[in-house]
């Protein structure tokens, strides 16, 4: 803990949206800390980010949703 691999990590995939052009990214991730990234991915970087949660029509209807990062448990 505390040595900034989620920042790293949107360090990234910052990067990699910049240089190659990626428009999506999924986050899998325990369900403790999906909004744990959910803040780290708003205080680091400007892209849209969605939790998606609830039951299976709820999640279908969230998939659908245009986003850049995706968190899933």
Same mark, same amino acid.
């Given at each position: 803990?505390? %040595?900034?691999?989620?920042?790293?990590? %949107?360090?990234?995939? #910052? %990067?990699?949206?910049? #240089?190659?052009?990626?428009?999506?990214?999924?986050?899998?991730?325990?369900?403790?800390?999906? =909004?744990?990234?959910?803040? #780290?991915?708003?205080?680091?970087?400007?892209? &849209?980010?969605?939790?998606?949660?609830?039951? &299976? #029509?709820a999640?279908?209807?969230? =998939?659908?949703? &245009?986003?850049? =990062?995706?968190?899933?448990?």
């Open positions: 803990m505390g %040595l900034g691999k989620t920042a790293q990590t %949107l360090a990234a995939t #910052e %990067l990699l949206a910049r #240089e190659r052009g990626i428009q999506k990214v999924l986050v899998v991730a325990p369900a403790s800390v999906k =909004y744990q990234w959910e803040s #780290e991915i708003k205080k680091f970087t400007g892209r &849209p980010v969605q939790v998606i949660d609830g039951n &299976p #029509e999640r279908l209807d969230q =998939y659908a949703e &245009p986003t850049f =990062y995706r968190l899933v448990n």
